[in-house]
């Protein structure tokens, strides 16, 4: 372990989500650069992750989550794993208000570059009242403990952070990409029973709450009304899931309505797509929106997503408004126009604004030597 330039991640979970993919992505960014990572997570890692992580010679520690413990306890074992498994080059923390507490165990054990990492626009939906109230404590003592702090959205910064942070864009494993594109996007829409004339309108992400994807209900509903021969595909799970079905039963659209569940695979789906949405009451920087715009995809957004999600390959469209009328005129001028980008343009837009693997890693290489 001496001499090893050796990262500790703590975040949530490895198995889904936007985050996971953020954390994965740049552990394997940076291995190629001599950095390697090691996770604190709350749950265990599928054998697939397992699998990936292997492969870059990270390790994997599962703790209890805070809330089924208490701060004390959480942060001694954290301080346990550093002190069994370190020294570590730097901590790197992505658990919103509670950053501070994994950067005071990393303090205690003489981790000096101390980076905490904001990703969603708002707190946890699952934090208590109390919690809530003292959040504007929590992003002072986030701001302390840290000795980096860093986002990926304005709107995260100020959430997590409240001031002083650094942007730094999520980035997309163009490999994938690459893989995608071994697959034919007409057998992908015949496997669903889709018409070949009919146009696919995509969603992938968590199924409720800040995600407002029963938006899509009646934005389909009117779309529908209007005789085009469209098509809805949802990808994602979450606590509205079966409510937002029942709902598009009750407008008698199930027959053009796919709703498939969490799928591992879903950047390879995303290539069926003619228009992919973005509901959102309120966004940090969207992985799968990213993963759509990559693929070729365009995509209407709505006001709740920050426009640095907008890659700058010409395939990301604002509605300014959450009025149905409106965005189903955006979306029949965006089909309209049959939009093709290929794959040369997204790779220098990516490159120009620097979101590329190499600028981002790059970054955070910076980050964790603290260099200026």
Same mark, same amino acid.
């Given at each position: !372990?001496?001499?090893?330039?050796? &990262? @500790? ?5 490895? *198995? ?13 960014? &940076? ?38 413990? *208490? /701060? @004390?306890? +959480? ?13 570590? @080059?730097? &901590?790197?923390?992505?658990?919103? !208000? ?23 626009? $708002? ?12 959040? /504007?404590? %929590?992003?002072? %003592? ?52 889709? /018409? ?68 591992? *695979? ?6 069926? %797509?003619?228009?992919? @949405? ?19 995809? /365009? ?16 395939? %990301? ?24 980008? $290929? ?11 620097? +979101? ?11 980050? +964790?030597?603290?260099?200026?």
């Amino acid at each position: !372990m001496e001499g090893e330039k050796r &990262i @500790l991640v703590v975040v949530d979970s490895l *198995n889904s989500g936007g985050i996971a993919s953020v954390v994965l992505n740049i552990a394997k960014g &940076i291995y190629t650069r001599g950095f390697k990572c090691d996770f604190i997570c709350y749950m265990q890692p599928t054998e697939e992750v397992i699998e990936e992580l292997k492969a870059i010679e990270s390790r994997y520690f599962v703790i209890n989550r805070l809330f089924n413990s *208490n /701060p @004390l306890k +959480y942060i001694k074992s954290i301080k346990e794993v550093i002190r069994k498994n370190g020294p570590y @080059l730097a &901590i790197h923390v992505h658990t919103a !208000m509670f950053i501070w507490l994994a950067c005071l165990a990393a303090k205690t054990e003489g981790i000096n570059v101390r980076v905490g990492h904001a990703h969603g626009s $708002s707190f946890d939906g699952s934090a208590n009242r109390l919690t809530r109230l003292l959040q /504007p404590i %929590f992003k002072v %003592f986030n701001r302390l403990l840290c000795t980096k702090t860093l986002t990926c959205a304005d709107k995260s910064g100020r959430a997590t952070f409240g001031k002083a942070y650094e942007f730094i864009p999520n980035f997309i494993n163009l490999n994938k990409i690459d893989n995608c594109s071994t697959f034919d996007k007409a057998d992908l829409i015949n496997s669903f029973g889709i /018409p070949k004339d009919g146009k696919i309108l995509g969603y992938v992400g968590y199924i409720g709450g800040e995600k407002n994807t029963k938006h899509l209900v009646n934005l389909f509903n009117d779309l529908k009304k209007d005789d085009i021969k469209a098509y809805l595909v949802i990808i994602g799970d979450g606590r509205e899931f079966i409510s937002i079905k029942e709902s598009f039963r009750k407008c008698g659209l199930s027959d053009y309505v796919c709703m498939l569940g969490y799928k591992t *695979n879903a950047m390879e789906l995303m290539r069926m %797509f003619d228009v992919y @949405l973005v509901p959102s009451f309120s966004e940090g920087m969207s992985m799968s929106l990213l993963e759509a715009q990559i693929n070729g995809v /365009p995509s209407i957004v709505s006001p709740g997503v920050p426009l640095n999600n907008d890659i700058g390959a010409g395939l %990301f469209y604002r509605c300014n408004t959450f009025k149905v009328e409106e965005w189903t005129d955006e979306i029949k001028k965006v089909l309209d126009k049959q939009i093709t980008v $290929s794959k040369d343009k997204i790779l220098l837009s990516l490159k120009n604004k620097e +979101y590329d693997m190499d600028s981002v890693c790059s970054k955070y290489v910076k980050v +964790y030597q603290d260099e200026k």
